[in-house]
């Protein structure tokens, strides 16, 4: 067992230090380190899980292997790598700490310092053109700092990120999943203060984004989306300054007229399809 996590440490410190020596300048070397040091991550966790005889490795440890994972990721500028080998995975889920587990061992940052590394690692990968890569780590900070009641990281405001989120997405499911966020954050306080966690000129900013976004993805033809983008600026528009209170009617009729047309799009019931092809007439046997 003490071989095990020697060798399982030993290979922790070599991924580290190829992750931390990896040269961003020579992009066609890039590649290769990150396998390797990917190997010797993949290697470390094998070794810790024998001494553990297969159990779930400690929470530090586990933390420490996904945070080199996500920042050799981000150095060697491989969306795909993140894709397939992070976040299809759910590893970042073992950089959060539940509420309630404080007996169990920490993590080897605490929140607001991983927070802060990772919202400047999103950075990172935005400027290298790792469009995924920068949207999932922006979608963890934010989802995180509600959580934690954080009104600020790394210089970026959650109304911020989730602003670049709806600015920068392409799919309707990436808004749906935006607005959701900040229609249960409305409530959630900054630490330390009594401030609401977004500005009202943010608020302002993401109902009326929303509601030309919800028309927009109504004409196309998706009124389950628009129907909760709406329902999610009418509940945000209490918050909003007096200009834009002013279009509250027009905003509960694109609403209305959203959940109408989704009344009128329902499926037909199991029942009522093979009442309905029991109706059909039979084709004539053409032999």
């Known amino acids: 067992e003490l071989s095990s996590e020697f060798s399982a440490q030993c290979l922790l410190l070599s991924a580290a230090n190829c992750i931390d020596s990896m040269n961003e300048t020579n992009t066609t070397g890039l590649e290769a380190e990150m396998k390797y040091a990917l190997r010797r991550l993949e290697q470390a966790s094998a070794e810790f899980s024998m001494q553990f005889d297969g159990k779930t490795i400690p929470a530090s440890v586990q933390h420490l292997i996904t945070w080199l994972m996500v920042k050799g990721v981000v150095k ?127 608020l302002d900013w993401f109902v009326v984004e929303g509601y030309n976004r919800g028309l927009n993805v109504m004409f196309l033809g998706d009124v389950v989306s628009a129907e909760k983008i709406l329902a999610a600026v009418l509940n945000m528009l209490p918050f909003c300054g007096e200009q834009v209170k002013g279009y509250s009617s027009d905003i509960r009729l694109a609403y209305r007229r959203a959940v109408d047309r989704k009344a009128e799009a329902l499926p037909a019931s199991a029942i009522n399809l093979i009442s309905f092809f029991s109706r059909l007439p039979a084709f004539a046997n053409e032999e």
Not at 89 to 112: F, I, R, Y
Not at 153 to 182: F, H, N, P
Request: with cysteine; glycine share 8%; aromatic share 4%.
């Open 76 to 202: 060697s500028r491989d969306d795909v790598m993140f894709m397939e080998k992070i976040w299809k995975l759910g590893l970042l889920k073992t950089l959060v700490v539940a509420k309630g587990n404080e007996s169990q061992e920490e993590p080897v940052m605490d929140s607001d310092s991983l927070l802060n590394h990772m919202f400047l690692l999103s950075g990172q990968a935005d400027k290298h053109g790792m469009v995924e890569t920068a949207k999932h780590l922006m979608l963890f900070c934010a989802s995180e700092m509600i959580k934690l009641r954080l009104g600020n990281v790394g210089g970026g405001s959650v109304g911020q990120i989730q602003k670049k989120l709806v600015e920068r997405s392409s799919l309707v499911s990436d808004i749906t999943a935006v607005y959701s966020d900040i229609n249960n954050a409305l409530e959630v306080k900054i630490s330390g203060g009594n401030d609401p966690l977004y500005s009202q000129s943010e």
